[in-house]
């Protein structure tokens, strides 16, 4: 190893990125311009920062990760975007959503879990497995019953008629009573004014003999003028009895084109009921298995919610281009308005700081990966200062019988000062440039 001879070389930065969106759109805004310095942002970092942003403070109802959250998490970082308001939309019903289920079942969740445990739990007396074992048990008493009453009245055939019967009886009373007599007296044209009328009362009405009656009692009219006077008065008796009884009795016999098999037809009804009992028993019996883990399992639902949620909160992320590097924009493709398809490149950003330098070199013998590269140039030509650069090999290909080599150099391209020494993608004067590989 020893001096090589430059043929041509050129530095290129080690980190470079054409950004691309994942899905395609409308891009909406481009935040960078050229020669604009970004900051490296791992996408799962962000990823990171929606998921670990939970709930509101003092709310465990409401996801903090809604589309003002997750904006403020990533527009910082952003250099472009696309038009995603049908995202914004779709997340921020999906974090309502996840709050409305909050509220109707894990808010309460102690109280919800007692009383599911009350409900399915063998143990409870009035817990719904038992109640259908109960169930099962009156629909097979019924059945029996039933098989005995149609077997005792010997009516376990075909009925090909059925017979109706009605009977009804009505009674009716009714009377009255009425008693009247009457006493008129006429006098002349004129009487004296106080004269009482009639001259002679009435007798007593002397009744009727299946009533005892006390008559009229008689009063006598004062004229108040002397005036033409008639006067009637008297009491009557009047009775009448009405008496009714009605019975009756109908019978009705139907024939219809289609019998029937009464008793077969409970037998088939006590199976149905038997198999829509043993469903619901299973149904019962499965959901019980669930019992001694409901904390769990309310806990993994309302995970599972949030896990939706973060997929939406995911697919408004990647509307957002975000550089994955530190560097500059060197490149930008895309403006606001014009379409991008998926993979497209629409900025390029490239980190300076370490650079590979691509050389063609002549060298007698092997040049190992991992040799040491000592170059020293004077950057822009004649008269300028030497700047010295200590690299390591790192690719080698050898071509023309060993002497010619394609080879690549890794070079940290910053100074003490913090600056980088050699700019982006600068080509090298091989009359001002020496290399050595140690």
């Not at 403070?57 to 250099?79: E, K, M, W, Y």
């Not at 006429?186 to 009487?191: E, I, K, M």
């Not at 299946?210 to 009063?219: A, E, L, M, Q, V």
Request: with cysteine; hydrophobic share 35%; net charge negative.
């Amino acid at each position: 190893m020893g001096i090589a001879n430059i043929i041509s070389m050129i530095a290129r930065p080690v980190h470079g990125s054409y950004l691309c969106f994942e899905i395609g759109g409308i891009l909406n805004t481009c935040d960078v311009y050229l020669g604009d310095t970004v900051k490296a942002v791992p996408y799962d970092r962000l990823t990171d920062l929606v998921k670990a942003s939970g709930t509101t403070i003092g709310d465990p109802s409401r996801l903090a990760g809604d589309t003002n959250g997750v904006l403020s998490i990533v527009q910082p970082f952003s250099v472009a975007s696309l038009r995603n308001e049908d995202r914004k939309a779709s997340l921020d019903s999906a974090v309502n959503s996840r709050q409305n289920i909050y509220f109707s079942k894990h808010a309460n969740a102690d109280s919800v879990i007692s009383t599911i445990r009350g409900s399915y739990d063998k143990g409870s007396p009035a817990s719904n497995p038992n109640l259908l074992d109960r169930l099962s048990d009156l629909a097979n008493q019924q059945l029996v019953e039933l098989d005995e009453a149609y077997r005792t009245d010997d009516r376990t055939g075909v009925v090909k008629s059925t017979t109706s019967s009605a009977e009804s009886a009505t009674k009716g009373r009714g009377g009255s009573n009425r008693a009247s007599k009457f006493h008129q007296e006429s006098v002349g044209v004129r009487v004296g004014r106080g004269t009482r009328l009639p001259h002679v009362l009435p007798l007593p009405w002397e009744g009727h003999p299946d009533h005892i009656w006390n008559g009229y009692k008689s009063t006598r009219f004062t004229a108040p003028s002397t005036t033409d006077t008639a006067v009637t008065t008297g009491v009557n008796y009047e009775e009448s009895n009405n008496y009714s009884n009605t019975s009756g009795m109908q019978s009705t016999t139907h024939v219809d084109y289609e019998y029937r098999t009464p008793y077969i037809e409970a037998h088939a009804r006590a199976l149905r009921a038997q198999i829509s009992l043993t469903n619901q028993q299973f149904e019962a019996y499965m959901f019980s298995q669930n019992i001694p883990y409901l904390e769990k399992i309310f806990a993994n639902e309302l995970e599972s919610v949030d896990n939706d949620v973060y997929q939406l909160q995911i697919a408004l992320l990647r509307s957002f281009l975000i550089s994955p590097i530190e560097g500059v924009v060197t490149g930008v493709y895309k403006g606001p308005g014009e379409a991008v398809n998926a993979g497209e490149p629409v900025i390029r950003v490239e980190d300076n700081s370490l650079v590979h330098l691509l050389a063609n070199l002549v060298h007698v013998g092997p040049i190992p990966i991992g040799a040491t590269a000592t170059l020293t140039t004077m950057l822009a030509g004649a008269g300028n200062p030497t700047t010295s650069l200590d690299g390591t090999v790192v690719s080698v290909r050898g071509q023309d019988s060993g002497t010619r080599w394609e080879v690549i150099i890794r070079v940290d391209n910053v100074d003490a000062g913090g600056l980088h020494v050699l700019p982006l993608g600068y080509v090298f004067d091989p009359e001002y440039t020496d290399i050595s590989i140690a």
